[in-house]
């Protein structure tokens, strides 16, 4: 029986120093570092949402991991950033992808893509060129190499929650 994967593309903003292009890494969707990650991630989305909504304009980059359900006999679902989202008013939010998909036929970097709360997976906060969040990018540093993960672990706060969520 195959098993069920979930592909996760990792983006690596033009921020972030030293990284370039898109990294996929493959994460089997019984992962238990996964899962957990996925779901902290959603206990604070509220919170980061919150956030986002108030911060609108201001120096603070955010974005969202979003699971698109595919069809395709490799993967159930792309797991993919989108940026530049705006919330409307039934409660969906529309935004651009912030990498090129693999099993999204038709749509491409940058393209504009609409999603639900609960499709939301993970998100980050980039302040100051210190990010908080990256839940699910966190469980894939000891997949990479030791200087890539270096230079990713080198832009993220250490805690990834921004201690005003945590007195919410």
Sequence with gaps: MMRNLI????LWLMALPGIAGDLVIETDS????MSAAIETAITYLPQFLDRYDRHKG????????????????ATTAEVIWVTYFDRL??????GRLSNEPNYMPGFHLGSNVRF??????????????KVF???????????LSPEKADSIMSTLHDNPVPDDFLSQ
């Design 58 to 73: 201001e120096p603070a980059d955010f974005g969202v991991k979003v699971e698109f359900p595919v069809d395709n006999a």
């Design 30 to 33: 019984n992962d238990p570092d």
């Design 116 to 129: 639900a709360e609960d499709m939301i997976v993970d998100w980050y906060i980039n302040e100051n060129g």
């Design 133 to 143: 969040g990256y839940f699910t990018v966190r469980v894939l540093l000891p997949k």
């Design 7 to 10: 592909v996760f593309v990792i």
């Design 89 to 94: 008013e039934d409660g969906s939010f529309v």
